[in-house]
């Protein structure tokens, strides 16, 4: 059965620090890797992996994927209230048109 | 990115009742799908909507429990059925955007007391 594991399931920093989440993952035929942040209600997106070893960036945010330990990671430097959200992991298996999510990592950023 | 629009945001609804979820693209899309989220929880794939057929169901989930119309390559709607408090949840839509990045709706919040 596909497995999407995250960690930790909460993190508590102040704003400054840097921080890694992890996903790790079990899944047949592998086709991508997506991070999304949610804050509210609905998920936004934030980066689609799909290459080992190529990290993307967005601004604070980076991220990569390690096709041969199955795991991906998540870091956010200088961080800052703003980051405070669940920060989830889900991995879209090859030949499904569907994808599954990880339990999610709970950042709280305090001042 | 695809602009996806949830009806209605929030909804407290009673025991036994049913509630219709409204989900609409700003484009063409093959396929959607509807996810639940339950209080603490991480999202959970309910069905997956094609036009013109029926619904692609989850292992847990049925029908009868939670109907799926999808009339056209924009709309779907999901029907809770027979609501029970269990059934309280976030109750999202999505579809695949141009890049194979999958997008989600705003999202429905329903209480169910």
């Known amino acids: 059965e596909d497995k999407v594991v995250q960690s930790p399931l909460s993190l508590v920093v102040h704003e400054g620090d840097t921080v890694t989440l992890n996903c790790s993952y079990e899944v047949t035929n592998f086709r991508s890797l997506l991070w999304y942040k949610q804050e509210k209600k609905a998920p936004t997106f934030l980066f689609m992996l799909t290459s080992s070893g190529i990290e993307k960036k967005s601004g604070r945010l980076s991220s990569i994927l390690d096709k041969k330990e199955l795991s991906s990671i998540l870091n956010i430097t200088a961080t800052q209230t703003g980051d405070s959200a669940i920060y989830l992991c889900a991995v879209a298996p090859r030949g499904n048109n569907d994808m599954r999510f990880g339990a999610g990592t709970r950042l709280t950023v305090k001042p | 990115s695809a602009v996806i629009s949830q009806k209605p945001s929030r909804d407290i609804c009673q025991r036994g009742t049913s509630l219709t979820i409204q989900c609409q693209v700003d484009s063409q899309v093959t396929m959607m799908f509807w996810y639940r989220q339950q209080p603490g929880q991480s999202l959970t794939l309910i069905a997956t909507?094609?036009?013109?057929?029926?619904?692609?169901?989850e292992s847990g989930f049925v029908i009868d429990k939670f109907p799926i119309s999808r009339p056209n390559l924009t709309f779907s709607t999901l029907t809770v059925s027979n609501m029970s408090p269990e059934d309280s949840s976030i109750y999202l839509c999505?579809?695949?955007?141009?890049?194979?990045?999958?997008?989600f709706g705003p999202g429905t919040r329903l209480t169910v007391l």
């Open positions: 999505s579809v695949y955007g141009p890049t194979d990045t999958q997008y």
């Open positions: 909507a094609n036009q013109g057929s029926e619904a692609t169901y």
